[in-house]
């Protein structure tokens, strides 16, 4: 039955064109499969993907490197649908971090590289880890923060879309495999400054100088210095235009440029 509605393209979770059920189902359908790495240890089995009628798709430099030997293709993840739309850019107030509150994410940084600028930051997001929030309680319970909590939908896009900068940080051990954040920032018209510890990350394929600012750190670096360098990155993002920024994230995350880079076979 599957095989007599013709499908030309099936997108799929990292997972399954690992798993030898999937597999079955493929030959049955005879179709492409295209699949986006959003796990940044999955191991997949070595005839999961040949690179032309299965494909695996990386966001960044370094997600390809980890999966080079399924000859990965890289393009930037579209987390949304078609339809939704933004509200129109404004120049916001205050800085926005947003994901779960624990050390891989180390949002801290922010906290401190906020201080250091004496600006205010919003925290978006769930505690994952109530240790890690009492380690760095001198910061996080300081003035200048302010707990928003989990938000989702209509209510996160106006976080976002509501500040002058969103800021990203994440702990020197960590990769980002895919991050949802840089879209969802740069449609909103909300510039993003970055902290990475390496080069090829997420942060430096989604973002460009129009769009936001990336410091790159070695990952001996103390917390101190990396809140001093991300505060750089952030008041370099001061002059940046809200609508341009939106223009640009319009058409970089732009969901049926995504659909035609997943449907069409390499050249």
Not at 25 to 46: K, N
Not at 220 to 230: N, S
């Amino acid at each position: 039955m599957l095989a007599s509605n013709g499908y030309d393209l099936l997108i799929a979770g990292h997972e399954y064109p690992s798993l030898p059920a999937w597999r079955r189902i493929q030959e049955t359908l005879g179709c492409d499969v295209a699949t986006f790495q959003h796990d940044r240890d999955f191991q997949h089995t070595p005839d999961a993907f040949d690179g032309v009628r299965d494909r695996l798709y990386c966001y960044s430099p370094e997600m390809l490197s980890r999966y080079a030997t399924h000859l990965p293709i890289q393009d930037l993840a579209v987390h949304l649908g078609l339809a939704e739309q933004e509200p129109p850019a404004v120049h916001g107030r205050d800085l926005v971090w947003l994901g779960r509150i624990d050390e891989q994410k180390a949002p801290h940084i922010a906290v401190r590289a906020a201080r250091l600028l004496r600006r205010r930051i919003r925290l978006v997001g769930p505690v994952f880890d109530n240790d890690y929030v009492r380690r760095h309680a001198r910061l996080f319970d300081a003035d200048h923060v302010e707990w928003v909590g989990e938000l989702g939908g209509p209510d996160k896009t106006a976080a976002i879309h509501s500040a002058t900068t969103f800021v990203y940080t994440y702990a020197r051990d960590y990769v980002e495999a895919g991050a949802a954040v840089f879209g969802e920032a740069l449609r909103a018209g909300t510039p993003v400054a970055a902290l990475t510890w390496r080069d090829g990350t997420c942060a430096q394929a989604a973002l460009c100088p129009d769009t936001g600012a990336t410091a790159v750190l070695p990952p001996e670096a103390d917390d101190e210095t990396a809140a001093r360098t991300l505060a750089d990155a952030i008041a370099r993002t001061d002059h940046l235009d809200a609508v341009a920024v939106q223009e640009i994230g319009l058409r970089r995350f732009d969901p049926r440029r995504h659909f035609r880079v997943l449907a069409a076979r390499p050249c």
